[in-house]
T-cell receptor, first 110, second 115 residues
Framework: GQNIDQPTEMTATEGAIVQINCTYQTSGFNGLFWYQQHAGEAPTFLSYNVLDGLEEKGRFSSFLSRSKGYSYLLLKELQMKDSASYLCAAFNQAGTALIFGKGTTLSVSS | DTGVSQDPRHKITKRGQNVTFRCDPISEHNRLYWYRQTLGQGPEFLTYFQNEAQLEKSRLLSDRFSAERPKGSFSTLEIQRTEQGDSAMYLC?????????????FGPGTRLTVT
């Protein structure tokens, strides 16, 4: 089976750094994704990790440890517009569709 | 590249009615996916097309649901005899089997409310 766990809610202040964790159990592994979803909008792609390590992309970085079934999304220099739901996802066993976690709602305050 | 579009954006229907949603993927994308998302949950996979072939269906896709992609371009998702539990956001996504094949682009969704 496949299971993806992430915290339901997190809060942070503008300018701070926040780390959103995700643990996963998958039948086979074909990559780990992070998507951002603002309320009422479509998910937008943030990152894809298939190898262990940290990948940095501007203010956002994503980390993967395949041996631990663990990933995190790191957001630096938080801005109010970063308030959104952050979805952790992995490919299904066929490597086609995405299996999503429930999402972490991040609230950034001034 | 105009992005993935979905129509309608909102649909209110009475229980027992049939509804049909349309998705137009990014033009050069040969893969198309349907997901369903309820409040406070992540999207749940429903079905997957490569070109016109429906290659994968989730157990969530009961026999009241049918999806087509007749010419390998746009797709439709029909729900027959709607139930209140069908109320959700229906998301369409597309990707290419070439290049960044892992990146799925989502449309704005169709929000269905069954009364």
């Amino acid at each position: 089976g496949q299971n993806i766990d992430q915290p339901t809610e997190m809060t942070a202040t503008e300018g701070a750094i926040v780390q959103i964790n995700c643990t996963y159990q998958t039948s086979g592994f074909n990559g780990l994704f992070w998507y951002q979803q603002h309320a009422g909008e479509a998910p937008t792609f943030l990152s894809y990790n298939v190898l262990d390590g940290l990948e940095e992309k501007g203010r956002f970085s994503s980390f993967l440890s395949r041996s631990k079934g663990y990933s995190y999304l790191l957001l630096k220099e938080l801005q109010m517009k970063d308030s959104a739901s952050y979805l952790c996802a992995a490919f299904n066993q066929a490597g086609t569709a995405l299996i999503f976690g429930k999402g972490t709602t991040l609230s950034v305050s001034s | 590249d105009t992005g993935v579009s979905q129509d309608p954006r909102h649909k209110i229907t009475k229980r027992g009615q049939n509804v049909t949603f349309r998705c137009d993927p990014i033009s050069e994308h040969n893969r198309l996916y349907w997901y369903r998302q309820t409040l406070g949950q992540g999207p749940e996979f429903l079905t997957y097309f490569q070109n016109e072939a429906q290659l994968e269906k989730s157990r969530l896709l009961s026999d009241r649901f049918s999806a087509e992609r007749p010419k390998g371009s746009f797709s439709t998702l029909e729900i027959q005899r709607t139930e209140q539990g069908d109320s959700a956001m229906y998301l369409c996504a597309s990707s290419s089997s070439a290049g960044r094949a892992y990146e799925q682009y989502f449309g704005p969704g169709t929000r269905l409310t069954v009364t």
